[in-house]
């Protein structure tokens, strides 16, 4: 089996959440990191903000990754769409031939979780590969 770290997806969803999460994987790094910005498409639904908006959100974010990892490590990114955050992640992992996909779990109350859904949750349960969640790379 190979290293759970030599070829890391890294799923990031926001800033806060790129450098917490980037932090997080330093220590473990491997060879090669992709990270990845899913734009949740709302599926017929008006989208929360265009197209145009949310990559340039992306790149931001992507830079807060390259910041923390680019020392360490080869870091790609990519930004994937799709309906459900999980499977898009998932495929992106199958494209990228990825050893894990590697993550710190995101904030939020329950009631939030449960009327937005748990994307946590579901890369944990709908697994085709090695998912490793790290504690929160900013906390003491």
């Not at 734009?39 to 017929?44: L, T």
């Not at 992640?89 to 710190?104: C, G, K, L, P, R």
């Not at 009327?115 to 709908?126: F, Q, W």
């Amino acid at each position: 089996m190979s290293d759970l770290f030599e070829r890391v997806l890294l799923p990031v969803a926001s800033r806060d959440d790129a450098r917490s999460t980037a932090r997080a994987l330093a220590p473990y790094v491997g060879e090669h990191v992709v990270a990845v910005h899913v734009v949740e498409k709302a599926g017929g639904a008006p989208d929360k903000a265009s197209v145009e908006q949310r990559e340039e959100e992306a790149e931001r974010i992507f830079e807060i990754v390259h910041e923390e990892l680019d020392d360490a490590v080869d870091v790609d990114t990519r930004i994937d769409y799709g309906t459900d955050v999980a499977e898009t992640i998932f495929a992106a992992a199958d494209e990228e031939n990825a050893t894990s996909v590697v993550f710190t779990p995101r904030g939020g109350s329950r009631w939030m979780r449960l009327l937005t859904g748990d994307v946590a949750l579901d890369l944990i349960t709908k697994r085709d590969r090695p998912v490793v969640v790290l504690p929160d790379g900013d906390t003491e």
